[in-house]
């Protein structure tokens, strides 16, 4: 049993080490799928999709420090009842990265079961998003970043933005249509340069992007993210198990640490 106590500080050392390795892993998962699969702006086919990307990155961020955290109680020796408390206070910290991680590998498995029950429904769920871009700020700046990063307008075509229901501004002539300034190419892109579009694809393909986000963004959901969802679940399980495996060797260090302080 000595053995194993005296064992105990490297070998939550080494679990330490590997927490920041996971968690830097993690933060380095979340900005590909933010940056390159555009996860933030999925809402229109999961309402966790935003989620999950933010508990993924809650998770990065805290892990890391909790981490560091637990490197650094093995610089103090001396003093038995600050390290005491140093490893109460280890333990606690560890066990919420237990549950920010149960958090969002519960967010990524509902983010996978909503997106295939939404295939089902097509594009309307962004279709909706479409229909509240005049009056929801919050959707409207979603949009706007997806169109121009993706260079595509509405969700089939630019001609969503002529649907019943959505205005932009003032009402368009006739055979014209409004649409998003994120809409327009970057050699156009201006305030209210998405004004007085053509109807006509082939005219308003010289001053705007007309294809839609759903077939850019649909390969790319259920070939990378939905497969990437489903690994990060599993090993997000497989890494917990790690994790409580971690507390109880810190519950057992500091019970130590306090045996042989009353002793």
Not at 103 to 113: D, I
Request: one cysteine or more; hydrophobic letters at 50%; aromatic letters at 8%.
């Amino acid at each position: 049993m000595e053995i194993r106590i005296k064992t105990l500080p490297t070998l939550l050392a080494a679990a330490n080490v590997c927490l920041l390795v996971i968690s830097l892993v993690i933060l380095a998962l979340v900005a590909v799928l933010i940056e390159v699969y555009h996860l933030q702006h999925l809402n229109f086919w999961s309402s966790f999709a935003s989620t999950t990307a933010h508990l993924m990155i809650a998770l990065g961020v805290y892990a890391f420090a909790v981490a560091a955290f637990g490197l650094a109680i093995n610089a103090v020796t001396e003093n038995r009842k600050v390290l005491y408390l140093l490893h109460v206070a280890y333990c606690i910290l560890l066990f919420l990265v237990i549950l920010l991680h149960g958090g969002s590998v519960f967010s990524a498995m509902e983010m996978r079961n909503e997106v295939d029950t939404a295939y089902k429904l097509e594009y309307l769920p962004f279709l909706d998003d479409v229909r509240l871009y005049p009056n929801d700020t919050s959707i409207a700046s979603s949009l706007d970043d997806l169109q121009r990063k993706l260079h595509c307008c509405g969700g089939k075509s630019y001609k969503d933005y002529l649907g019943k229901g959505v205005q932009l501004g003032e009402e368009a002539p006739s055979g014209r249509i409004h649409v998003p300034d994120s809409c327009c190419k970057p050699i156009w892109r201006r305030e209210r340069c998405g004004r007085n579009v053509s109807e006509t694809q082939r005219n308003a393909n010289h001053r705007i992007f007309t294809e839609g986000c759903i077939d850019m963004l649909e390969d790319s959901l259920r070939e990378v993210v939905m497969p990437v969802m489903l690994g990060y679940s599993v090993a997000g399980l497989a890494v917990m198990i790690l994790e409580m495996a971690v507390v109880a060797a810190a519950v057992r260090r500091f019970v130590h640490i306090l045996q042989k302080s009353a002793a």
